[in-house]
Nanobody, 133 residues
Framework: QLQLEESGGGVVQPGTSLRLFCTASGVDLDYYVIGWFRQAPGKEREGVSCLSRLNARGGTTYYADSVKGRFTVSRDTFRNKVILRMNSLKPEDTAVYFC???????????????????????WGPGTQVTVSS
């Protein structure tokens, strides 16, 4: 059973940067499509980014419009982690951030925000990010 865990959250000031990490034990995350999502208080869960399997043909990385140009997702293959680098953070980025894993797909779909809703997909418990002055 795959268990995901997010880490790296915290309280930061606007304009600063933070890195979030998605890790799993016992499995190679390179074989999973990884999504990052966030949920702010009183709001619906929002897709942040989607990263296709390592070396997947035709794989596309997606970002929500609200984070495009500020957030970057990548893999640390050696350490079996997926990293979400968040720059120029804004108060509206405050949320609990989750990573999700889809083993059944090779690439992120164009409807990637709905890609991780299968019962065979996996979700971490989340990590809190607070952007406040």
């Amino acid at each position: 059973q795959l268990q995901l865990e997010e880490s790296g959250g915290g309280v930061v000031q606007p304009g600063t940067s933070l890195r979030l990490f998605c890790t799993a034990s016992g499995v190679d995350l390179d074989y999973y499509v990884i999504g990052w999502f966030r949920q702010a208080p009183g709001k619906e869960r929002e897709g942040v980014s989607c990263l296709s399997r390592l070396n997947a043909r035709g794989g596309t990385t997606y970002y929500a419009d609200s984070v495009k140009g500020r957030f970057t997702v990548s893999r640390d293959t050696f350490r079996n982690k997926v990293i979400l680098r968040m720059n120029s953070l804004k108060p509206e980025d405050t949320a609990v951030y989750f990573c999700a894993a889809d083993h059944g797909s090779q690439v992120c779909r164009s409807d990637w925000t709905d890609q991780f809703s299968d019962v065979n997909d996996y979700w971490g418990p989340g990590t809190q990010v607070t952007v406040s002055s």
